[in-house]
């Protein structure tokens, strides 16, 4: 009997194998590469980390060198901290200025993670306070979509991310959730709110800049409350 290849079964029943045959090639695919892509975001994070912490230039280093020195100098926090108030969690790194097992490491700053929608899409980050919480240290941005030459220079442009660098945050863990003011027409005088906690907006990505400001404010914000909490409950853990 000659199949009718224009009936509503047929056309269904192929669809449907043909379905069934991509998506088992995609999930397999994705099986076999899971491996290599955690392998290489946690490349990418140490780099970031290298970059954050000043601890060298990660294009001039070996994947090996890159990932020595983060295993010295660089301890995760566990279990993370939490915020007491909107329940939010955030991974702790404490970063040191030499190998931390060794007597006399001085812990030089804090990291948290950092993130939210850009002017296209998803931006991701770091962001490390001083172990006081009474200066931004630095920020990194290793994972984002923005418009290269334009919003893209939040990773590119070494000078812009330094200027995050001089921010001081004067309420320390008990600051009002206003910490960084990004943008603006001139730089603030001293008697500016905004003065020692002002940074200049990319050029042509006002958009990006904007939306960088915010999620740093909200997520130092609840950062700082939950590094307060850690203070009063394991303060050992911090040092």
């Known amino acids: 009997m000659k199949l009718n290849t224009d009936s509503p079964p047929y056309v269904i ?3 449907a194998i043909v379905s069934a045959v991509f998506t088992a090639a995609i999930m397999t695919l994705h099986v076999a590469t899971a491996d290599a892509v955690r392998r290489n975001e946690a490349v990418l994070e140490d780099k970031a980390k290298v970059e954050l912490f000043d601890y060298g230039d990660p294009a001039r280093m070996t994947g090996e060198q890159i990932a020595a020195i983060v295993g010295r100098r660089v301890v995760e926090l566990k ?3 939490v915020d007491p108030n909107s329940g939010r969690q955030f991974r702790l790194y404490k970063a040191y200025d030499t190998d931390h097992r060794k007597p006399g490491a001085r812990l030089i700053a804090y990291a948290f993670p950092i993130g939210g929608i850009g002017f296209w899409a998803r931006i991701d980050g770091l962001l490390a306070v001083d172990p006081n919480a009474a200066r931004i240290v630095g920020v990194v941005f290793p ?3 923005e418009t290269p030459g ?12 330094e200027g995050f660098g001089k921010v001081k945050l004067p309420g320390g863990v008990r600051g009002d959730g206003r910490y960084v003011f990004v943008g603006g027409d001139t730089p603030p005088g001293e008697s500016d709110p905004r003065f ?3 940074v200049d907006a990319i050029t042509g990505a006002t958009g990006t800049s904007d ?14 409350q939950a590094l307060r909490k850690a203070r009063e409950d394991r303060p050992n853990d911090l040092r």
């Open 13 to 15: 029943g192929f669809a």
């Open 150 to 161: 334009l919003g893209g220079r939040i990773s590119t442009d070494k000078d812009w991310r």
């Open 143 to 145: 994972s984002h979509s």
């Open 196 to 198: 020692g906690r002002h």
């Open 211 to 224: 939306a960088v400001g915010r999620f740093i404010n909200r997520d130092l914000h609840h950062f700082l």
């Open 79 to 81: 279990p993370p901290l």
